[in-house]
């Protein structure tokens, strides 16, 4: 008989456990559900600025203008990818982002010429990638949302790298944050998030 209460007292606190574990497990995916759905917002917004910069001839060097127009390519394949692990993966619900509209252009971006308005784009991609950072060492829980995460964070520091190179090598600007070599910080995290541009 004690075998038998102590087998039960065990299987008792197992199923405890795993009742917990099932419940911290359901609490992680809806954090990590908010998450993505706040990414997913931010790559649309992300989309629409590039499309929009490209509408208004914001960029009229066919150079300058593909390379925008292929880093819009790539933010919509992230949002595209970040609604499908909320809603096959985290079994969430996606976030409508269909009216989100554009992040805010400065006047100085939109009267500027391509070298601000280049300097705007390297702007909003570095606060993407240390934004995609912040989220793989210190919010999201789930394995898969941090494995894709954690992809498409390089991506957004990649697009950073040619616009600061943009900026320096071709255009001679001055000004950037550690303008005497192309990559000023050897860690991502240790790059200063730049300030969300305002209109």
């Known amino acids: 008989m004690g075998a038998m209460t102590g087998a039960a007292s065990v299987f008792a606190l197992a199923v405890g456990h795993e009742d ?3 419940a911290r497990g359901a609490r992680n995916r809806q954090m990590d559900v908010e998450i993505f759905n706040g990414a997913a917002i931010l790559e649309q917004k992300a989309i629409n600025t590039y499309k929009a ?8 060097t066919k ?10 390519a790539d933010h919509a394949q992230h949002h595209a990818k970040i609604q499908s692990v909320v809603k096959n993966i985290l079994k969430g619900k996606p976030v409508d982002t269909s009216n989100v509209g554009t992040f805010p252009i400065p006047q100085k971006v939109l009267k500027g010429g391509e ?3 280049i ?3 390297l702007t909003l991609e570095m606060i993407a ?3 995609y950072l912040d989220n793989v060492q210190n919010k999201l829980t789930t394995d898969e949302a941090i494995r894709v995460a954690a992809a498409i964070m390089p991506v957004e520091s990649m697009h950073a790298a040619v616009y600061r190179s943009v900026l320096m090598v071709v255009l001679k600007e001055k000004g ?3 303008d005497n070599k192309l990559v000023p910080y050897a860690f991502l995290d240790e790059q ?3 300030a969300v541009p305002q209109a």
């Open 119 to 121: 300097r705007y784009a």
């Open 129 to 131: 990638a240390k934004a």
């Open 20 to 22: 917990k574990a099932e």
């Open 115 to 117: 070298a601000e308005v």
């Open 53 to 60: 910069a490209a509408e208004n001839n914001l960029l009229p």
């Open 176 to 178: 950037l944050p550690g």
């Open 192 to 194: 200063p998030t730049p």
């Open 63 to 72: 150079a300058f203008l593909d390379v925008a127009l292929q880093f819009a």
